[in-house]
């Protein structure tokens, strides 16, 4: 029997008397009897079984999961309601669990007040056009008053949080209309998104991002080890061991300009010509990780023009820049995205018209980033594909239950 509690089951021995003919392989049981040390080598306790009731019986014909089978994840991805009761989606969700209570604990214990930050919100952050309208009839519309959509980022409300509590984080949904049916994208993914006031350099956010991944990741290491090994035993074998370093070595730095011109020298033709000004396109993020020797990097400084609006301009030329970072990891690229917020007013004008409030009361020079949270649990598992890191995911042309 096994309560997902852990990989392991507990074993049940029971008199032939005890058996029962709905007692399948999936049954829901309730066994009571007498926890005792095993004379198996491979267990160290049983259970002596006095009574078995079948609380809920498996038609084991049509159950799609089978007795000691390691199925493939595309395999338990068509069953969202079971795979759950699948080894490896009950590694996943414990880790993510885990993980999840170490991001909060990062940020708490370190003086960041954590703030719920809205889902449905009337602008758009990124400035990409990736809004998921809500209530996109006229009469909906109506409700608010404006147009409203769901979130693609935390970080304009962390803005403004950040001018009162100075440290500050958010954990939550966001959503991004992205028709793209890659393994690195989803329509509804997890952010975990800091703000820190007071900061003048993109250092700083290096750092919390640096040590944030290393805390999280060494909690995760220590609380689930049997978890993680299935993971790097039957998933990503190359990953074995491979963690345990990355979090001893300091992670490295190179600019954009830097990153351009190490694409401009790879003996490799890529499909998108890399071209200072031009987006990292994935082609790109995978050939730097590697030249860099698999292992996470950060690109920082990035051109003025990609960016979006509140990224601090670097005043420099003719090669314009922002304070710009993301951080590149091996098999999944960008794995987090940051910035100095732009906090002088003249820099700003003509933009929004409440975040030029912000920095006419008391602004302060600041800035922050975001996690994405499957992509963090991708790299770490090393999961090919991002739909078997969230317990439901929904993607272009996907809404399973
Ligand atoms: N909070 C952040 O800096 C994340 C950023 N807004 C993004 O969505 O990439």
Request: charged share 20%; glycine share 6%.
């Amino acid at each position: 029997i096994n309560d997902g509690s852990s990989l392991e089951s507990l074993q049940v021995v029971a008199d032939p008397s005890l058996e029962k003919r709905d007692l399948t392989f999936g049954s829901a049981v309730e066994v009571q009897g007498k926890l005792v040390k095993s004379p198996h080598r491979m267990q160290n306790m049983e259970l002596q079984a006095e009574t078995i009731r079948v609380v809920g019986p498996c038609d084991i014909w049509s159950f799609p999961l089978k007795m000691k089978e390691r199925h493939p994840l595309e395999y338990v991805r068509q069953f969202p309601h079971l795979r759950c009761r699948s080894n490896t989606l009950g590694a996943l969700l414990r880790i993510r669990s885990e993980a999840t209570a170490g991001i909060h604990s990062f940020f708490q214990d370190n003086g960041y007040v954590h703030i719920h930050t809205p889902i449905i919100t009337s602008n758009d952050c990124e400035g990409a056009g990736e809004l998921f309208q809500i209530g996109e009839s006229a009469e909906k519309t109506h409700f608010f008053s404006v147009p409203a959509f769901l979130t693609v980022s935390g970080q304009l409300h962390l803005e403004v949080m950040a001018g009162a509590f100075t440290h500050v984080f958010t954990f939550g949904p966001t959503f991004r209309a992205e028709n793209s049916q890659s393994r690195r994208h989803l329509a509804e993914f997890y952010m975990v998104e800091a703000e820190l006031s007071f900061t003048e350099s993109l250092q700083d956010i290096m750092q919390v991002m640096e040590d944030l991944f290393k805390t999280v990741t060494s909690t995760v290491l220590s609380k689930c080890p049997h978890d993680v090994e299935l993971f790097h035993k039957y998933i990503a074998p190359a990953q074995k061991g491979r963690l345990e370093q990355i979090l001893k070595h300091k992670f490295m730095i190179i600019s954009y300009s830097e990153a351009v011109e190490i694409l401009k020298q790879a003996p490799q033709t890529f499909t998108f010509k890399p071209e200072w000004g031009c987006d990292l396109q994935t082609e790109h993020e995978k050939y730097l990780v590697k030249h860099c020797g698999e292992v996470p990097v950060f690109v920082v400084n990035y051109p003025y023009d990609l960016k979006p609006f509140y990224m601090r301009d670097n005043e420099d030329g003719p090669q314009h820049t922002v304070a710009a970072v993301d951080l590149l990891v091996p098999g999944v690229g960008e794995l987090c995205g940051g910035s100095l917020r732009e906090e002088r007013l003249p820099f700003l004008k003509s933009r929004l018209q409440r975040y030029l409030d912000l920095r006419k009361f008391g602004s302060v020079p600041h800035g922050g980033f975001g996690m994405g949270f499957e992509r963090y649990l991708q790299y770490i598992l090393g999961v090919d594909n991002i739909k078997d890191v969230i317990p439901f995911p929904r993607f272009s042309h996907s809404c399973l239950l």
